[in-house]
């Protein structure tokens, strides 16, 4: 195999990181969806809010093992670690109400960040995934 050859085990963990993450960033969309259908059409739609997440959740550990088994880049497996960790802190937000009932407010302004966060990565992993080799050479011509 040549040195300039992209490997397959980086090809197929480039892809299948690419594909969560914009499974994950449409899987946020649809939360939100949820959210706001249980404040403004009805409240029945919380189990909905919280049902929905627990499809997800471990989608940035799945993208984690991806990574480091796919030899992506260092910045993938230290993207996924903190995706993991802002969902840990959305549930933290969620269930300290009682105790400290301002955390509940920061829980929407987290999932912006979430949101945010899945929205610059989808074409940064995108296009390692499918760049191809001869694409460096075309914009120096």
């Known amino acids: 195999m040549k040195s300039n050859e992209v490997s397959t085990r980086f090809k197929i963990g480039s892809i299948s990181f690419a594909s969560l993450s914009i ?6 969309l649809v939360q939100v969806f949820f959210a706001g259908l249980a404040i ?13 997440i ?3 959740e471990f989608i ?6 991806i990574a480091f088994i796919g030899k992506l880049p260092r910045w993938t497996i230290g993207h996924s670690a903190t995706l993991f960790g802002v969902i840990f802190t959305m549930y933290f ?5 009682p105790v400290i009932p301002w955390a509940a407010a920061l829980h929407p ?28 050479g075309a914009a120096g011509e």
Do not use: Y
């Not at 499974?23 to 946020?28: E, R, S």
């Not at 403004?40 to 929905?52: Q, S």
């Not at 937000?93 to 109400?97: D, E, G, Q, R, S």
């Open 109 to 136: 302004v987290i999932a912006f960040v979430l949101f945010w966060m899945s929205v610059k990565t989808v074409p940064k992993v995108w296009q390692m995934a499918f760049k191809r080799e001869n694409d460096k």
């Open 23 to 28: 499974i994950f960033l449409f899987c946020i």
């Open 93 to 97: 937000t969620a269930n300290i109400t």
């Open 60 to 65: 940035p550990v799945l993208m984690f093992i």
């Open 40 to 52: 403004f059409v009805n409240p029945v739609n919380w189990t909905k809010h919280t049902g929905f």
């Open 54 to 56: 627990h499809l997800f």
